[in-house]
């Protein structure tokens, strides 16, 4: 007898395509994402919200999906949707024809490994949006078939109708325990009870979908960002698909917490980054019209944690000193160009060292290759010190060898773990041979898959199939890259042996140059300095008396008298040129409080003269001094006469340098072009000698090479700095914007050193401090009954009280110590700071109070944060009114405002934009760390700091602080 029978699918077959077949959070973000890019969406993002649960959404502006493709595509595995069919030109929206990647049909099952409940809502043009909600979980039944689970799906006109929708599909969705049949009630029941008996504790899997809150916990804020999405399109029809997903994972969760230094969630997010970024071939710049990004919400904070404008761009990789672009053919030979060390090296033709098959399953087609690196030391780099940090951060960042096929990448290739060509396995036995360093590169490897059919996929989507294909694909580009390491980069190569000395040499010559001028600089305002400052308390004087006596001359003063007065304005006018001082670098050998000084007489000499000359127009202008024609004619003369006297000086100056500049080059000239006959004769002469005719032309070639770098690094420069100057680029000035940069980087690195071993201290004797303070207590504790009573007890037990409460009133900078927000008070800050600083406050005899106002007024975060911002604020108001009689220090409130006012000497002008700046501080012995950790703290709450301007209220007449709500 014969039958037959057909297979019969379990419920959790699903399960195991979806989560099963995933191997991470990332690759399962990237199979949606590719969802997008198949359905011609422009932009897709991932936003992932805190809350409890926390929620995220994947969003994109693509063609969208009806009631019936939800039905009869989405919920069809291993569907044919996509298989050999061309898209509708309506539903490319212009965009240029894209390369299937979905064709298994089980790409969207990756929703699941994002979290238990998935909520799709989706809107095609022309038609109504739809919904459609699936709760991954029914499938983790093992006795259940396929057919046992419906899933609810909706219709509905408009996103106004939302919220009814999902109380609707929810309760679909629970019918499936309600209303099953007996069949399925009794699966369900065999399932509750072996989860019992593996887990009596937990709840059973339909106890949880049961659970499911009727509205999902979703609100208008997080549809918001799809809404901005759609309207953003320029179609009039919108369209698109929100992928919402319920509990997500702890993967996404991780982008909901704040201000954690969790070194896993550090490292799930860096995952998570270095698998999203460079999503899409970056480097293609006619195919690249597909934007993503990652969007964290983190209370009212929101910022966009991985970008399509991270990548690095074409143009940043050409940038990069070492270079390789080209291309392999069928026949595995690569052509291409190589850079090395700054400089074009030409063309460059690579061979196989093997030979390949032409057909077959070990066939590798033709494929591009780009690549491209910068020097490991900073003193071998061709590049400036400021493009060599910016390459290297981003490097850092978003370092990596991607592999891409038909222009979206292919994970994990491009991640620390997918060092698919081995390169630091290589590096372990020769690094500097071998050169290259994974981390270190940018820059991919462009396949296709018409080209290369054979470079498939692995089911789970972890990087290519290790077949015969893969290992020629591997072997090809192993062989290109020694082979250019050995030529032109590594320490094998004649280029790096004939190039780095000259590089040292070129970068040590260019730091002497940098701080010869440096001095220069220096010295050149220093002694500006000392010329003008003295001069402007006799100028200041002069122009007070001379506004005195014009102020007194009134409408009936003599022409003779007002000329005069115009006379000596004019004078003054000039001198005001003369007392100008340059800008003032960077230690610049004056004290703040002389350039104070000098900069506050010099403005208010010349608010003199333009009050002053604001007086004489209205002499002029009432033609006491003449016609008015006559007077502005006269102005006209006087004022040409003037600049063209000062363009002459200026031009016979430049004469005089350009001579003697041109006098001492041509002299250099002069004796250089008689320096390589000085080394070639010698050479000649033994040749005579010996007839060593090798050995001689090979020193003479030496010898020219040599001199050649030196006069390419003694004469460059000055022609490069000549030609910038023709140009019009006024390299004084912009050489003291770089240096200026470079000795704020120098004294902030300096400053981190600093904190980062104090940071060291702390953590080393924290816990030592709890353990001592425990034992002095137990100890204090343990003491007989008339020791306790003694009066010499009561003051050491006092003082170790005191001790442990300066140690407790830290406990809130311990990021573990509050993870809720509360509802802090104005008061409770006011008793928290007082508390703290009490001792402080009674003996300095500080007046600290706060308003009625300000102990009302709430602020709902976590202590953690609020509390030492408040402490760092009174800390430095305590330190400049101890520099004052008058000590007061007030917190106060007003239009919803918070201000930290005291009565020192204020916040100079100067400083002012600098005062949240890391490591600006004008205190002796300061950090500088304190006001710049007051501003994140804020933000991360939602509130903003500033320092009041003119406009605003003073509470007090020294610093006054405002704190008030950042503005969405």
């Not at 504790?201 to 979908?209: A, K, M, N, V």
């Not at 050649?708 to 100057?725: A, C, N, S």
């Not at 300000?854 to 030492?868: E, G, H, K, N, Q």
Request: charged content about 30%; some cysteine; hydrophobic content about 35%.
């Amino acid at each position: 007898m014969s039958i037959s029978a057909a297979f019969q699918t379990r419920a959790r077959a699903i399960d195991h395509l979806g989560r099963g077949q995933i191997a991470d959070t990332p690759t399962a973000v990237s199979e949606l994402w590719k969802n997008s890019y198949d359905a011609y969406a422009r932009n897709v993002a991932l936003h992932i919200f805190d809350g409890v649960p926390p929620l995220a959404g994947i969003y994109d502006d693509g063609c969208g999906m009806s009631l019936s493709d939800l039905q009869e595509k989405w919920l069809v595995v291993g569907t044919e949707s996509k298989v050999g069919k061309n898209v509708p030109p309506e539903e490319m929206f212009g965009l240029s024809p894209r390369v299937r990647l979905g064709e298994k049909g089980i790409g969207r099952l990756s929703a699941a490994f994002l979290s238990p409940v998935t909520l799709i809502v989706t809107k095609k043009i022309r038609r109504p949006y739809a919904a459609l909600l699936v709760d991954w979980r029914f499938f983790e039944n093992p006795f259940l078939l396929i057919s046992d689970v419906h899933f609810p799906l909706a219709e509905f006109g408009g996103l106004d109708e939302f919220p009814g929708i999902i109380n609707r599909l929810t309760e679909g969705m629970k019918s499936n325990l309600a209303d099953a049949d007996v069949r399925t009630r009794d699966a369900w029941e065999r399932f509750a009870e072996l989860e019992r008996r593996k887990s009596p504790e937990e709840t059973t899997t339909e106890e949880r979908i049961l659970a499911v809150p009727s509205d999902l916990h979703l609100t208008w804020d997080h549809v918001l960002p799809w809404w901005r999405l759609l309207q953003a399109n320029p179609d009039s029809d919108k369209h698109g698909t929100a992928l919402f997903c319920f509990d997500c994972n702890n993967e996404l969760r991780s982008w909901t917490y704040q201000g954690l230094d969790n070194p896993d969630i550090e490292a799930t997010r860096g995952r998570m980054r270095e698998t999203l970024v460079n999503f899409v071939d970056p480097y293609d710049v006619a195919k690249n019209d597909f934007s993503y990004e990652l969007v964290s919400h983190q209370g009212d904070r929101v910022f966009a944690a991985v970008s399509s404008q991270d990548a690095f761009t074409l143009e940043e990789l050409r940038e990069c000193e070492h270079c390789i672009e080209g291309e392999f053919d069928k026949n595995g030979v690569f052509s291409g160009r190589v850079k090395a060390f700054g400089r074009d090296r030409g063309e460059m033709i690579v061979p196989p060292s093997e030979l390949l098959s032409s057909s077959g399953r070990e066939y590798v087609g033709p494929f591009k290759f780009r690549l491209a690196t910068i020097e490991f030391d900073k003193k071998n780099t061709t590049h400036s010190d400021e493009q060599f940090e910016t390459i290297q951060a981003k490097l850092d960042s978003y370092g990596g060898i991607c592999l891409y096929r038909d222009g979206l990448r292919v994970l994990p290739y491009g991640r620390a773990d997918g060092d698919l060509f081995l390169l630091e396995e290589r590096r372990t036995k020769h690094a500097g041979r071998e050169f290259f360093s994974y981390r270190r590169c940018c820059g991919g490897i462009f396949i296709s898959a018409e080209n290369n059919p054979n470079l498939k996929d692995k089911a789970g989507r972890e990087g290519l199939v290790a077949n015969k294909a893969r290992r020629t694909f591997e072997r090809l580009v192993i062989n290109l890259l020694m082979t250019v390491a050995r030529k032109y980069f590594g320490s094998d190569s004649d280029i790096r042996k004939s190039e780095l000395p000259g590089i040292q040499q070129q970068r040590q010559l260019m730091a002497k140059e940098a701080e010869k001028a440096r001095k220069r600089t220096r010295s050149v305002y220093k002694k500006a300095f000392r010329r003008v400052a003295p001069r402007m308390s006799e100028a200041e004087k002069q122009a007070r008396a001379l506004q005195a006596e014009l102020q007194h001359a009134g409408d009936s003063a003599e022409r003779e008298q007002l000329l005069r007065l115009k006379k000596e304005l004019d004078a003054l006018e000039a001198l005001k040129g003369e007392l100008r001082l340059p800008v003032r670098p960077s230690r610049s050998g004056i004290t703040d409080d002389d350039y104070r000084r000098y900069r506050d007489a010099y403005v208010e000499f010349c608010t003199i003269l333009s009050s002053m000359k604001s007086r004489m127009a209205f002499f002029e202008a009432s033609g006491l001094l003449g016609s008015p024609r006559e007077v502005l004619f006269k102005k006209i003369q006087s004022n040409e006469a003037r600049l063209s006297s000062f363009i002459s000086k200026k031009l016979q100056r430049i004469d005089r340098l350009t001579g003697d500049i041109a006098s001492h080059w041509r002299g250099l000239g002069e004796e250089d072009r008689k320096a390589y006959r000085k080394r070639a004769l010698p050479v000649f002469e033994r040749f005579d000698e010996d007839g060593r005719f090798e050995s001689a032309s090979s020193e003479l070639d030496a010898d020219f090479s040599k001199l050649q770098t030196v006069f390419q690094q003694k004469y460059d420069p000055i022609v490069d700095g000549l030609e910038q100057l023709a140009e019009h680029i006024r390299l004084g000035d912009a050489f003291q914007a770089i240096d200026e940069r470079n000795q704020q980087l120098e004294e902030k690195m300096e400053m981190l050193h600093s904190v980062a071993q104090l940071g060291i201290t702390v953590e080393i004797i924290g816990h030592e401090l709890e353990a001592l303070e425990s034992q002095v207590r137990r100890n204090l504790d343990a003491m007989p009954r008339e020791v306790r009573n003694l009066r010499t007890y009561r003051e050491v037990r006092e003082a170790h009280n005191a001790l442990v409460d300066r140690l407790r009133f830290l406990s809130p900078l311990k990021k573990n110590s509050y993870r809720n927000k509360l509802e802090i008070t104005g008061l409770e800050v006011e008793e928290y700071v007082r508390r703290f600083f009490g001792g402080i406050f009674n003996a300095e005899h500080i007046d600290f109070a706060a308003t009625d106002a300000f102990r009302a007024m709430t602020i709902v975060d976590l202590p953690s944060r609020i509390y030492p911002t408040f402490i760092n604020l009174v800390n430095n108001a305590l330190y400049w009114v101890g520099q004052k009689s008058r000590r007061i220090i007030r917190l106060d409130y007003r239009d919803e405002k918070i201000f930290v006012s005291d009565s020192g000497p204020g916040v100079d002008e100067d400083d002012v934009e600098h005062l949240f700046q890391m490591f600006f501080t004008r205190r002796h012995n300061g950090r500088g760390i304190g006001l710049y950790l007051c501003r994140e703290n804020l933000r991360a709450a939602g509130y903003d700091i500033r320092y009041a301007g003119k406009d605003d209220p003073h509470i007090l007449e020294g610093a006054n602080f405002i704190i008030e709500r950042r503005r969405r």
